[in-house]
C-alpha cells in the first residue's frame, strides 16, 4: 500500500515553491510503480508535471509546464511533413553522406506498397508534404511508381544527386507529375573543385547538367547544398551561379555539414537539439533525415500505424524539452 | 496619472511574487495601473491598510474581521475570488472510524491547523459549539503552524492530517481547499473519509478604507471583473490564484466568523 504521507508532503513542498519551480520529495517507503501511480495521479489532478521518479524521489514542477509543441511554429510540429528513405544505395560515396550511402550499401528499399500505405496514412494524420530520398532514388527501377504514389495524395519532394537522367531513368522523370513534384538537387559549389572534393571527380558537371534537364523538363528544381559551417558565409558567387541556372532565390538552400553517418566533422545533431522530422526507412521510423541510419535515434521499428509513430515522436519530443527545461532550472548560476 | 494603487498581500509562498506581478502586468498600461507590497504576516498588512501604506489589502477572512473591527466598520470589501463565497471546512477521519457526524467527535481528539486560520481552527470550534456536542466535549489537538499567515500556507492542515495517519488525532477539520489539494478520499484511497463539510461561508476579499475613494478603486475593480478564465493571457493568473472569475463580496458569509471571533474571545489584533 502506498504511503499515504507522500500526498501530503507533495502539497507541501510543491506548495512551497513558485510557479514553474521544481522540487524534489521522498515519495516514502512502497512499491516503486505503485508510488509512482500515485504522484502521477496526484500531479495529473492537481495541474502539476512530474518531471521524474527516479528512486523513491519525485521531482516534480509547479503548474503545467507549456506544451513546447505548442511553441513551434506549425511548419516544423513534427509529422507535418513526412521523410520515406526510398533505399541507401547509392551511385555516390560523398565523403560526408549522413546516411552511409554508397554503392557498397546494401539497399534497404520501403518498396512501393509500403510508400503507396505511408502516403495514403499521411493523409489521414495530416501530413502535407511527402519527402522521398536515399540513397539515391533514381536508382530504383520503380521510382516513378513510387513517386505518383506520393503525388496522388500530396505535394511531394524528391531529393536526388540529378546524375543520372539518362535513357530509361529520364523516361522515368519524365513520366512524374510536374504540378505536384519538386526535385531537390545537390550541388554544393559554384564550380566544380569543393563538390568534387567530397562527392567524387565529375560529379559536379554531371550534377548541374541534371539541374539543367530537370529546368528544361520543366519541374521545379531546389538546389540543395550541403557545406561546413565555417563556408557558409562566402555564398554570394554560388547564388550567382544558381541564379543563372534558373534556380529560384527560395529555391537556393543551404544546409549545414552534421557530423553524421559517414561525416567526420560537422555540426553536432542530437535528439535533444533537432527537432524532429519523422522519418521513414525500411528499418523503422527515425528522429530526423540526417540520423535515418543511426540507431540512436531510432524511434520505433514500427511503421505501421503511421499515425501512432507520428504521436510517438511528438511524445519524445514534448519529453525531451521538458527534460531540456527542467535541466535549466537545476542549473542556475548566480 | 494618477499614482498605481497599491495592494497588499501576504507571501505565504514564492508562488505569491509570480501572482502578484502577474496582476501588476495585467493592469500595466491601463488607467489604473497596480504595485503591490508583500507582508510577512496578516498583522503587519492590517497595520498597513489602516496607516495608509496600501491602499487596498488582500485579506483573509480573518484578517477582514479584524479590520473591521479595528477601524469601527468603516472598511469595505471590493471583490472576492468565486471561490471565496464558497468556502468550507471539511471534518476528516481515518477510512472506515465510523464517525459519521460531529457527535461522534465526543471525547475523541480533533486536531486543528494554526490558531489564526478560520477555516482549521477558529470555525472548526464554532462548529462544534453550533452543530455538534461543543468544543468542551471534544479533545482539541492544535498544530499551530505558521501563524500570522492565517492557515494560508495549508502547512499546520498538513500537519493535522498526519496526526490522523499518525494516530496521534481521531480526526482533523480542513479547509476544503486543502482536502481538494489532496485530491479528497480518490487518490488516497483508505486513507481519509470526510464525515462532516460546513455550510459555505466567505473567505478572502479585498479590502480597502475610506479614504481610498471609489474613483480610484472603481475603475481598477471594472478591469479585475474583466479578467477571463478563457484568455490565456489571464489564465495563468487565476488559476495560481485559484479562481476562475472574481466577484463583488458577498458579506453574509462572514456573519458565522464575527460570532465565533466574538464567542472566542479572540482578539482585534494579536
Ligand atoms: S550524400 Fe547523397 S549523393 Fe552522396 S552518397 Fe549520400 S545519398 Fe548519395
Redesign the interface.
Known amino acids: ?2 504511503n ?2 507522500m ?2 508532503d507533495l ?2 513542498h510543491v ?5 514553474h ?1 521544481m522540487v524534489s520529495v521522498p515519495l516514502g517507503e512502497g512499491d516503486p510503480d505503485e508510488l509512482r501511480a ?1 504522484a502521477a ?2 500531479c495529473a ?3 502539476n508535471d512530474l518531471v521524474e521518479v527516479q528512486g523513491n524521489v519525485a521531482t516534480v514542477r ?2 503545467r509546464s507549456p506544451n513546447p509543441l505548442g511553441e513551434l511554429d506549425p511548419d516544423l510540429l513534427p509529422g507535418t511533413r513526412l521523410w520515406m528513405y526510398t533505399n541507401f544505395d547509392c551511385n555516390l560515396a560523398c565523403d560526408y553522406c549522413c546516411a552511409r550511402s554508397s554503392p557498397q550499401a546494401a539497399r534497404r528499399a520501403l518498396g512501393l506498397d509500403r510508400v503507396r500505405q505511408l502516403a495514403t496514412e499521411a493523409v489521414d494524420a495530416g501530413v502535407s508534404e511527402l519527402i522521398l530520398t536515399g540513397g539515391e532514388p533514381f536508382l530504383l527501377p520503380d521510382i516513378d511508381e513510387l513517386v505518383a504514389a506520393c503525388t496522388a495524395v500530396l505535394p511531394t519532394t524528391l531529393l536526388t544527386n540529378g546524375m543520372l537522367f539518362r535513357g530509361r531513368r529520364l523516361d522515368a522523370l519524365r513520366r512524374m507529375d510536374r504540378s505536384r513534384l519538386a526535385l531537390q538537387i545537390s550541388l554544393d559549389s559554384a564550380t566544380s573543385q569543393l563538390h568534387d572534393e567530397h562527392r567524387g571527380r565529375g560529379s559536379w558537371a554531371r550534377a548541374v547538367a541534371g539541374i539543367r534537364t530537370a529546368h528544361d523538363e520543366g519541374f521545379r528544381v531546389r538546389v540543395a547544398a550541403t557545406l561546413p559551417y565555417e563556408q557558409s558565409a562566402e555564398l554570394a558567387p554560388f547564388h550567382a551561379f544558381l541564379d543563372s541556372l534558373g534556380i529560384a532565390p527560395r529555391d537556393q538552400v543551404i544546409r549545414a555539414l552534421a557530423h553524421r553517418g559517414a561525416a567526420d566533422a560537422g555540426i553536432e545533431l542530437t535528439v535533444e537539439s533537432l527537432i524532429p522530422e519523422v522519418t521513414i526507412t525500411a528499418d523503422g521510423v527515425y528522429w530526423h533525415p540526417v540520423s535515418a541510419d543511426d540507431d540512436d535515434q531510432l524511434v520505433t521499428r514500427d511503421i505501421f500505424p503511421l499515425q501512432e509513430a507520428i504521436t510517438e515522436v511528438r511524445r519524445r519530443f514534448t519529453e525531451v524539452r521538458a527534460r531540456a527545461t527542467a535541466a535549466a532550472q537545476w542549473f542556475p548560476c548566480a | 496619472m494618477s499614482e498605481p494603487l497599491m495592494v497588499g498581500a501576504v507571501a505565504y509562498t514564492p508562488n505569491v511574487v509570480t501572482i502578484w506581478e502577474g496582476m501588476r502586468d495585467y493592469f500595466a498600461g491601463t488607467s489604473s495601473e497596480m504595485d503591490f507590497v508583500l507582508f510577512s504576516n496578516y498583522g503587519r498588512q492590517v497595520d498597513a491598510l489602516i496607516d495608509g501604506t496600501i491602499d487596498v489589502a488582500w485579506n483573509t477572512n480573518l484578517a477582514w474581521v479584524r479590520t473591521v473591527a479595528q477601524t469601527d466598520g468603516a472598511c469595505r470589501a471590493l471583490a472576492m475570488r468565486d471561490t471565496d463565497t464558497v468556502f468550507q471546512t471539511v471534518f476528516v477521519a481515518r477510512a472506515g472510524s465510523n464517525i459519521t457526524g460531529l457527535d461522534g467527535l465526543r471525547d475523541r481528539r480533533l486536531a486543528l491547523g494554526s490558531q489564526d486560520s478560520a477555516q482549521a481552527a477558529i470555525l472548526p470550534v464554532y462548529f462544534l459549539d453550533h452543530a455538534g456536542p461543543g468544543a468542551d466535549s471534544v479533545e482539541l489537538v492544535r498544530l499551530n503552524s505558521d501563524v500570522g499567515k492565517h492557515g494560508d500556507t495549508g502547512r499546520s492542515e498538513l500537519d493535522a492530517l498526519r496526526a490522523v495517519l499518525d494516530e496521534r488525532a481521531d480526526a482533523a477539520a480542513i479547509g476544503v481547499n486543502t482536502w481538494e489539494s489532496i485530491g479528497r478520499e480518490e487518490l488516497m484511497p483508505g486513507a481519509f473519509e470526510a464525515f462532516w463539510e460546513s455550510p459555505a461561508y466567505s473567505h478572502c476579499n479585498f479590502t480597502a478604507l475610506p479614504d481610498v475613494p471609489a474613483e480610484r478603486t472603481q475603475p481598477w475593480l471594472d478591469l479585475l471583473f474583466a479578467m477571463d478564465w478563457d484568455n490565456p493571457e489571464h489564465r495563468p493568473i487565476l488559476e495560481m490564484e485559484g479562481l476562475r472569475r472574481w466577484v463583488p463580496p458577498q458579506l453574509d458569509g462572514y456573519a458565522s466568523l464575527f460570532e465565533a471571533v466574538r464567542e472566542q474571545r479572540i482578539p482585534a489584533r494579536w
Open positions: 500500500m502506498v499515504h504521507g500526498i501530503l502539497v507541501e506548495g512551497a515553491v513558485a510557479r519551480g500515485a495521479a496526484w489532478r492537481t495541474g509547479r503548474g
